[in-house]
């Protein structure tokens, strides 16, 4: 049940970092952690293990300075958790090779985290339930199903991995099979007299407008879940 907080708001937005759920928050909130940020200035923030909820919209914001981000919107209880995922960093790999193996009728549980590795570095990973089920990978090493491989290439001399058509490939799978599967899946909500949408559980309709300041996007921070290539 989304993230067992209420803010008073119909639209919460979120983004994934340190393998936790990141909320901007002051520092009189209850549960606000600080941290220095990239500028040397102090952050407030609460941090959460996951979110549940349905997934009523998926949209790509393209930013040519932090990179493109996935922005996920989840709705529980009336409220409308909005979550940016970075689409090159594990956590927005994660997400696109289970998107078509996702049931959008049905409520999805988001849980990020981060395993080291042996040179100290985090690999981000992003689990996906349903049911308590764990949502397997539509898209693996030994199975691809037509998602094309990373091409090896060479940048300021050293050796890099170029993912160009592989996201170019993720993303028309999710504007031409996925955004369907959504759209379909909003007709088993119940409409409200006021046109907003209810989940079935009768807990809540989606607001028009958002009523909470969108976070700017920022660079992940080191060891926020940046993951190393290939595949």
Request: glycine share 10%.
């Amino acid at each position: 049940m989304g993230l067992g907080k209420n803010s008073g708001s119909n639209n919460v937005y979120l983004n994934i970092m340190f393998g936790k759920l990141v909320k901007r928050a002051k520092s009189t909130d209850e549960g606000a952690v600080s941290r220095q940020n990239k500028k040397d200035e102090t952050v407030w923030e609460e941090h959460f293990d996951d979110l549940e909820g349905k997934i009523t919209e998926i949209t790509i914001r393209r930013n040519s300075e932090f990179g493109d981000e996935l922005k996920v919107t989840f709705l529980e209880g009336g409220t409308n958790y909005i979550v940016g995922i970075q689409t090159r960093s594990g956590y927005g790999r994660g997400f696109f090779r289970k998107m078509l193996n996702i049931d959008y009728t049905k409520m999805v549980k988001i849980a990020p985290y981060n395993i080291e590795q042996e040179d100290g570095k985090f690999k981000a990973f992003l689990g996906v339930y349903q049911g308590g089920e764990k949502i397997q990978n539509m898209y693996t090493k030994d199975n691809p199903n037509g998602m094309p491989e990373l091409e090896q290439t060479t940048f300021k001399g050293k050796m890099a991995w170029d993912d160009t058509k592989q996201m170019k490939f993720l993303e028309e799978e999710l504007a031409f099979k996925v955004l369907p599967m959504i759209e379909e899946a909003k007709q088993s909500f119940i409409t409200t007299p006021d046109n907003s949408l209810q989940t079935d559980n009768g807990t809540g309709g989606m607001a028009p407008e958002a009523e909470m300041t969108e976070p700017e996007p920022q660079a992940q921070p080191e060891g926020s879940g940046g993951d190393d290539l290939p595949f």
